[in-house]
């Protein structure tokens, strides 16, 4: 054997050996069997790593969710999703198109306390900008590095966002947001109501939208930032604006703690315009005493006064105990249960029906009353919605008040105005029903056709009686008490109310609840207009002003400015054929 051929068989011999020591086989093609197995079995082991790497990655994240569950509310309350900061409120319009609430675009101001690097700095930096800050509240905020969300200042202008940029601090951003802004302000603020920093309807349509679903939908998250489908209300905002202004004007001039007024329509019953005061601008409530967030037309009750004898005398008219031709003798006052009932200006003699309306008898109407009976009188204010809980779109609706027991006494006091507190509203409700055919509409913020009120209207009286009720009006508004509130061309008739006001639980002569109750035209009514103002005083500063110089010529105004954007074409004459009237 050479030399080369001795290498060659060391070397093949070698080889071989190698193979033997590492897989411990033999050289049959075992040791290449061996080899795989060690392969699977790492492969085996590196998709248990994955599988075990997984596991503690979800197992990481449930335990983060589960945190976050047990977390405290401030931390993670106010954390929204984007498109539930953005949601959208529809648009509030008038019954001709014209806004009344609208959402806008703005920012908030947010911070993530756990990133912010000194507290200190970045509050002073703050308080640049925004020079109200609350600098204690705001430091605590911001100083807790537990928290990782904190609101600091919600709906900024974009010069503040701007400026707060220009800062640079870290660990401050910025959230969409929507802000209500309403155009007119004050003028329809307790019709249209208000919301809260969050968006939130609080009273008036904006509450009764939310009431309608908005605020379910909200809360399972399935609102967004698109645009709504705009709610029309049956509100005429120029006739709002008038009414806004006379019912301003009298506050000043009489000096008076509040006043009000509404507008209905007596075929459909849509309220056209309707105010209170004191009043609030809905885009800053808070700016506002809580006197003036209380509605007095719809949620404040009070005695009506005399203007409860129309209700009265069209309840006799109705049951056919009088007629217009019938008279009642009021020359002697009624004494009853200790109480002395008289005549404010008696006459002293037998009167009329229509007499008893117009010099307003206390006598008379007491006497009337007396003849129809207690029960009978109860039943009747029940019928006209006198005495129980109004139904209507507005959240703010108070439930009157009346005798526990009805006694005699009781029925004739009410009869001209005293014992029942009742909404202004509800009593220009029930006057609705005496003027256009007898008939109880249900009132509405929402537009309505003459149809749907037909389908939800109540014959409460006659036509008959309604038709004598409308020749009362007239006498009165031609002759009597409200002779101020007549506006030529309008033919307005109407009844005063002057309710003495109850202090420490007794009536004081010197402080006056005043109503005036009004329809136009009276030979076909198609608005009744109520106003009302509370502890009016005279311009003499001798005491308080009577309904007929407050109340009425307020009508008056409301009926002068707005009868002709309503429609209603004056007539002149005595058949109201003349075109043109001399001044």
């Known amino acids: 054997m050479t030399f080369l051929s001795r290498i060659m068989l060391l070397k093949s011999r070698a080889h071989f050996s190698t193979d033997v020591q590492r897989g411990g086989t033999t050289m049959n093609g075992v040791a290449f069997k061996g080899t795989g197995k060690r392969k699977t079995e790492m492969a085996r082991r590196r998709v248990g790593l994955m599988i075990a790497g997984f596991t503690a990655v979800y197992a990481v994240i449930?335990?983060?969710?589960?945190?976050?569950?047990?977390?405290?509310?401030?931390?993670?309350?106010?954390?929204?999703?984007?498109?539930?900061?953005?949601?959208?409120?529809?648009?509030?319009?008038?019954?001709?198109?014209?806004?009344?609430?609208?959402?806008?675009?703005?920012?908030?101001?947010?911070?993530?306390?756990?990133?912010?690097?000194?507290?200190?700095?970045?509050?002073?930096?703050?308080?640049?900008?925004?020079?109200?800050?609350?600098?204690?509240?705001?430091?605590?905020?911001?100083?807790?590095?537990?928290?990782?969300?904190?609101?600091?200042?919600?709906?900024?202008?974009?010069?503040?966002?701007?400026?707060?940029?220009?800062?640079?601090?870290?660990?401050?951003?910025?959230?969409?947001?929507?802000?209500?802004f309403y155009p007119g302000g004050s003028t329809a603020s307790h019709i249209v109501g208000y919301v809260n920093i969050d968006n939130h309807g609080m009273s008036g349509m904006e509450k009764y939208i939310d009431n309608q679903g908005l605020a379910d939908l909200r809360d399972l998250g399935m609102t967004s930032d698109g645009p709504l489908e705009p709610v029309k209300l049956s509100i005429d905002l120029r006739v709002q604006n008038i009414l806004h202004d006379v019912v301003s004007e009298a506050i000043t001039k009489f000096e008076a703690l509040g006043a009000g007024g509404v507008v209905l329509d007596t075929h459909t019953g849509e309220v056209l315009a309707m105010v209170s005061m004191p009043d609030f601008d809905p885009n800053n409530p808070a700016a506002s005493a809580q006197e003036g967030w209380l509605n007095r037309m719809s949620n404040g009750t009070f005695e009506m006064g005399s203007t409860f004898k129309s209700f009265t005398l069209a309840m006799g008219l109705d049951e056919g105990k009088v007629t217009l031709n019938d008279t009642v003798d009021a020359r002697y006052p009624i004494r009853i249960g200790g109480f002395t009932i008289q005549d404010f200006h008696g006459k002293h003699r037998v009167l009329t029906v229509p007499e008893i309306f117009q010099y307003s008898s206390n006598i008379g109407t007491a006497k009337i009353a007396d003849m129809v009976g207690t029960e009978a009188h109860k039943a009747f204010l029940a019928k006209l919605g006198l005495t129980t809980r109004m139904k209507t779109e507005l959240p703010e609706v108070a439930m009157p008040s009346q005798p526990r027991e009805w006694k005699k006494i009781s029925s004739i006091t009410i009869s001209f105005g005293h014992g029942v507190s009742t909404t202004p509203l509800q009593t220009a409700v029930a006057g609705v029903a005496l003027v256009n055919g007898g008939k109880l509409v249900p009132p509405t913020f929402l537009p309505r056709t003459q149809e749907e009120a037909d389908q939800v209207a109540t014959q409460v009286i006659q036509p008959s009686t309604s038709k004598d009720m409308r020749y009362l009006f007239l006498v009165n508004g031609v002759k009597g008490s409200g002779r101020n509130a007549r506006v030529d061309g309008f033919n307005v008739g109407g009844k005063t109310g002057t309710a003495d006001k109850v202090v420490n639980g007794r009536y004081v002569g010197d402080k006056n609840f005043n109503a005036f109750l009004a329809a136009f035209p009276i030979d076909n009514p198609r608005y009744v207009v109520l106003t009302v103002i509370d502890e009016p005083k005279t311009d003499k500063g001798n005491g308080a002003a009577l309904a007929g110089t407050s109340a009425a010529p307020m009508a008056g105004d409301v009926i002068r400015r707005s009868a002709a954007i309503l429609g209603v074409e004056p007539k002149f004459g005595e058949d109201g054929s003349a075109l043109l009237v001399s001044y």
């Open 62 to 180: 449930g335990g983060r969710l589960v945190q976050y569950g047990y977390a405290q509310p401030e931390v993670t309350s106010s954390i929204l999703p984007a498109d539930r900061l953005m949601a959208s409120r529809p648009d509030i319009l008038d019954r001709n198109g014209e806004v009344l609430a609208t959402d806008i675009r703005t920012v908030s101001l947010f911070a993530e306390p756990h990133k912010i690097v000194d507290p200190d700095e970045a509050v002073e930096k703050l308080a640049t900008v925004l020079t109200d800050l609350d600098i204690k509240g705001t430091y605590k905020k911001l100083s807790n590095p537990q928290s990782h969300f904190q609101w600091l200042r919600r709906q900024l202008t974009p010069k503040q966002q701007s400026q707060i940029l220009a800062l640079g601090i870290p660990g401050i951003g910025f959230r969409p947001e929507k802000r209500r």
